[in-house]
């Protein structure tokens, strides 16, 4: 079953804008983390953000997790037209031994 | 060096078949995984190896699914009696894992295309 729910479930917006994504999941957690997914790549990880951390940067990724509302947040700055592709939040719980529970994914578009 | 890699890419079957997915994992990854995609959601779970024996099979959907890790390396799906149902993009990843089983980043194959017919 899915653990939780993305938000929006697509974007479209013109390169050089911003993008924001949601994901909110039901269960305690060990981690979270964003995958990206395209017919060309594959499914590919881009971050992970612990449980006891609050934001997370990786080069135009900003990542946020809430552990009291459940919630992660993940925004893409100076969108790409390369940046269009599903994402997916992932989380691993506290008691499992690593595997990956999705969300339903974001499909992104950016437009040249 | 290499990455996941899974025979064959696409497979298409009759109902009621017998098919084997194959995963070759990143070499030295202890922790193996496979889920499965339905178009339009995002990867499910099936089961977890860590070295030759599954750590946790709890989201093989039925007794027709099974899946082995002889030397832990290569790991093989089998899908017995195959249905309709089963048609999805079956996905295998590898991680360095570890038996504390925090596990951090995952790499996925490009995934087996079953289609049955």
């Known amino acids: 079953s899915q653990q939780g729910e993305e938000d929006p479930q697509a974007l479209s917006i013109q390169e050089g804008e911003n993008a924001t994504m949601n994901c909110s999941y039901k269960?305690?957690?060990?981690?979270l983390q964003w995958y990206r997914q395209n017919s060309g790549r594959g499914l590919v990880h881009l971050i992970l953000?612990?449980?006891?951390?609050r934001e997370k940067h990786s080069g135009r990724l900003r990542v946020t997790l809430d552990t009291s509302k459940k919630s992660s947040s993940l925004l893409i700055t100076a969108s790409r037209a390369a940046d269009t592709a599903s994402y997916f939040c992932a989380t691993v719980g506290g008691t499992s031994y690593g595997k990956l529970t999705f969300g339903q994914g974001t499909i992104l578009t950016v437009h040249p | 060096g290499a990455g996941v890699s899974q025979t064959p890419s696409n497979k298409v079957t009759e109902k009621g078949k017998y098919v084997e997915l194959r995963c070759d994992p990143i070499?030295?990854?202890?922790?193996l995984y496979w889920y499965r995609q339905s178009l339009g959601q995002g990867p499910e779970f099936l089961i977890y190896f860590q070295g030759t024996g599954a750590a946790d099979d709890s989201g093989l959907p039925n007794d027709r699914f099974f899946a082995v890790r002889p030397e832990g390396s290569v790991s093989t799906l089998k899908i017995q009696r195959t249905e309709r149902g089963d048609s999805a993009v079956y996905l295998c990843a590898s991680s360095a894992g570890g038996t504390s089983g925090r596990a951090g980043e995952q790499f996925f194959g490009p995934g087996t295309r079953l289609t049955v017919l």
């Open positions: 269960t305690s957690i060990n981690n």
């Open positions: 953000i612990r449980s006891n951390e």
């Open positions: 070499s030295g990854h202890t922790a």
